[in-house]
T-cell receptor
Framework: GIQVEQSPPDLILQEGANSTLRCNFS?????LQWFHQNPWGQLINLFY???GTKQNGRLSATTVATERYSLLYISSSQTTDSGVYFC???????????FGAGTQVVVTP | SAVISQKPSRDICQRGTSLTIQCQVD?????MFWYRQQPGQSLTLIAT?????????ESGFVIDKFPISRPNLTFSTLTVSNMSPEDSSIYLC????????????FGPGTRLLVL
């Protein structure tokens, strides 16, 4: 299966700061998603983004498929942004997602 | 997006017993998957739940340990059999309404602690 590498593993931000999370894939993917796992364990889908750029409020994501990486931008961070951010990709015809190890984000007031 | 519920939300079980987890979706979906998240770890795919046929298991997971049923397009169960403390994890189901190139949505998870 593909290898999914996320960086950084941990991130501490002051409220209001901006940050960039990165996800590298060992192979081309036909399905790429970013998730946020809140402190209660719920996994929330942020973006389905196998290529291109998308924005949703203070979050945006860019995937450069030819270079096998994706970036998640958090702007004007808030304490509610705390949690673990996962990227996941699939290369098969069923959508079996391979997850990265995650980036633990802590936003302090 | 699909609304997914899981039962139970959490449980504490004794080693050697089995627990069946249910996943219910509010609409018909093509794909249903089961994932495991061990404490402090990422998610690992256990199997794809196939409607009307045997589930497709990933390397390291076997049917005897994790039997899965999917009787229709809105419901699936995962059983964790003959449990040991190493099975303590969050178990999550996910669904995609279309095929591989679709957004996947996750249920709230079942937190399992095995003593």
């Amino acid at each position: 299966g593909i290898q999914v590498e996320q960086s950084p593993p941990d991130l501490i931000l002051q409220e209001g700061a901006n940050s960039t999370l990165r996800c590298n894939f060992s192979d081309s993917v036909n399905n790429l998603q970013w998730f946020h796992q809140n402190p209660w364990g719920q996994l929330i889908n942020l973006f389905y983004i196998p290529s291109g750029t998308k924005q949703n409020g203070r979050l945006s994501a860019t995937t450069v498929a030819t270079e096998r990486y994706s970036l998640l931008y958090i702007s004007s961070s808030q304490t509610t942004d705390s949690g673990v951010y996962f990227c996941a990709g699939a290369t098969d015809s069923w959508g079996k997602l391979q997850f990265g190890a995650g980036t633990q984000v802590v936003v302090t007031p | 997006s699909a609304v997914i519920s899981q039962k139970p939300s959490r449980d504490i079980c004794q080693r050697g017993t089995s627990l069946t987890i249910q996943c219910q979706v509010d609409s018909q979906v093509t794909m249903m998957f089961w994932y495991r998240q061990q404490p402090g770890q990422s998610l690992t795919l256990i199997a794809t739940a196939n409607q009307g046929s045997e589930a497709t298991y990933e390397s390291g997971f076997v049917i005897d340990k994790f039997p899965i049923s999917r009787p229709n397009l809105t419901f699936s169960t995962l059983t964790v059999s003959n449990m040991s403390p190493e099975d303590s994890s969050i178990y999550l189901c996910s669904v995609a309404s279309g095929g591989a190139r679709e957004t996947q949505y996750f249920g709230p998870g079942t937190r399992l602690l095995v003593l």
